[in-house]
């Protein structure tokens, strides 16, 4: 996995490449998690896990980063992410990924500018 920071975030956020990772689990029955770290803006998405701790666990390990925190946890039928901008992040989840990404960049949008929003993961 690539670490996701500063400069590179908008690069690899409008390329959709994020770093993100899927889990072993039934696709129908799997839990995902978004995690992000303020000091680097690093930032990690996890889905398809087995059950929702396994979910934090691995995106947590994945971020690496200290103050890397879950900001996001997602169950089974439903997708998520997260946009990062200048001075904010927003979160999202949803029935689809064109919902989750329109939560996530609204929610960013209202704490800042230049909100980039990541391609969302479903647990499908």
């Not at 409008?14 to 899927?22: D, I, M």
């Not at 995902?32 to 995106?59: E, F, I």
């Not at 890397?68 to 001075?87: D, K, M, W, Y």
């Not at 960013?108 to 230049?114: A, E, I, K, S």
């Amino acid at each position: 996995m690539k670490a996701v920071t500063g400069g590179l975030l908008v690069l690899i956020l409008a390329s959709n490449a994020g770093c993100a990772g899927s889990g072993a689990s039934s696709a129908a029955d799997g839990y995902g998690a978004a995690a992000h770290a303020p000091s680097t803006q690093d930032w990690r998405l996890r889905w398809q896990a087995a059950d929702p701790q396994r979910a934090r666990q691995q995106v947590l390990a994945d971020c690496g980063a200290s103050d890397c925190r879950v900001v996001l946890e997602f169950g089974p039928g439903q997708c998520g992410t997260l946009a990062l901008g200048r001075s904010g992040i927003g979160v999202g989840r949803g029935d689809t990924p064109a919902a989750a990404e329109a939560v996530a960049l609204a929610e960013c949008q209202r704490t800042g500018q230049g909100c980039r929003v990541a391609a969302a993961e479903c647990n499908r």
